[in-house]
Nanobody, 121 residues
Framework: QVQLRESGGGLVQPGGSLRLSCAAS????????MDWYRQAPGKQRELVAT???????NYADSVKGRFTISRDNVKNTVALQMNSLKPEDTAVYYC???????????????WGQGTQVTVSS
C-alpha cells in the first residue's frame, strides 16, 4: 500500500514563507504527476500547483509568482515553497500523487492527510 506524509505547515505572518513537503512510501513503481491542493473553511478544495514527471509546472493564478512546486524523483517527494503569504492562503493543504504500484499497468491517485497553513498577524 502507499502512504503520503505531509509536513511543514504552521502559523506564519503575512508576507512570510513556509515550505510544505510530502513524502510517498510503500509499494511504488513510479510516480507521474504530483499536485498540491488546498481547502479553506467553507470552500471547495482547489488545485494550487501541479508538476509532471518531466518537471513542467502549472499554478493557480492566485499563487503564481509566490509559490513554487518541486519534486525529488529519488526520494519520492514533492514540495511547495510558499512565499509572500497572504491571509487568503490560509487553508489545509493536501498533496496528491499519481502512483503506479508494482504489478499494475496504471496510475492511481493518492491523497496526503493534509497540513494546516494559517497566515495571520
Amino acid at each position: 500500500q502507499v502512504q503520503l506524509r505531509e509536513s511543514g505547515g504552521g502559523l506564519v505572518q503575512p508576507g512570510g514563507s513556509l515550505r510544505l513537503s510530502c513524502a510517498a512510501s510503500g509499494r511504488i513503481f513510479s510516480i507521474n504527476g504530483m499536485d498540491w491542493y488546498r481547502q479553506a473553511p467553507g470552500k471547495q478544495r482547489e488545485l494550487v500547483a501541479t508538476i509532471i514527471s518531466s518537471g513542467s509546472t502549472n499554478y493557480a493564478d492566485s499563487v503564481k509568482g509566490r509559490f513554487t512546486i518541486s519534486r525529488d524523483n529519488v526520494k519520492n517527494t514533492v514540495a511547495l515553497q510558499m512565499n509572500s503569504l497572504k491571509p487568503e492562503d490560509t487553508a489545509v493543504y493536501y498533496c496528491h500523487l499519481w502512483i503506479q504500484s508494482p504489478g499494475s499497468s496504471y496510475y492511481s491517485g493518492y491523497w496526503g492527510q493534509g497540513t494546516q497553513v494559517t497566515v495571520s498577524s
